[in-house]
């Protein structure tokens, strides 16, 4: 069983910057595809940023531009920057491991709330 914690949400006021991180329990940490989710109150969970055991990175349109996501395998750790973040970015925020043989895992979620 693999547990993903998350870090780093709260409160902050638009055009602010966030971190968020995820370390996972487990040492196949580098070979997974990592990914944040979000779920805003009344919508379905929507990718947010993806990234490969390879590095490679792939973007919701919404957040191209401000949302960062990259990993360090030596931590089993992922992370979130948000910058410039808007009102429309509110939402619990989840970290979702992939394996390559079809297992997956979820964290429980991280709030960010965007308010002035």
């Known amino acids: 069983q693999v547990q993903l914690v998350e870090s780093g949400g709260g409160l902050v006021q638009p055009r602010g910057s966030l971190r968020l991180s995820c370390e996972a329990s487990r040492s196949r940490f580098s070979i997974a595809i990592m990914g944040w989710y979000r779920q805003a109150p009344g919508k379905q969970r929507e990718l947010v940023a993806r990234?490969?055991?390879?590095?490679?990175?792939n973007y919701a349109d919404s957040v191209k531009g401000r949302f960062t996501i990259s990993r360090d395998n030596a931590k089993n750790t992922v992370y979130l920057q948000m910058n410039n973040l808007a009102p429309e970015d509110t939402a619990d925020y989840y970290c979702?491991?992939?394996?390559?043989?079809?297992?997956?895992?979820w964290g429980q979620g991280t709030q960010v709330t965007v308010s002035s």
């Open positions: 990234i490969t055991s390879g590095g490679y990175t």
């Open positions: 979702k491991q992939d394996l390559p043989w079809g297992q997956d895992y």
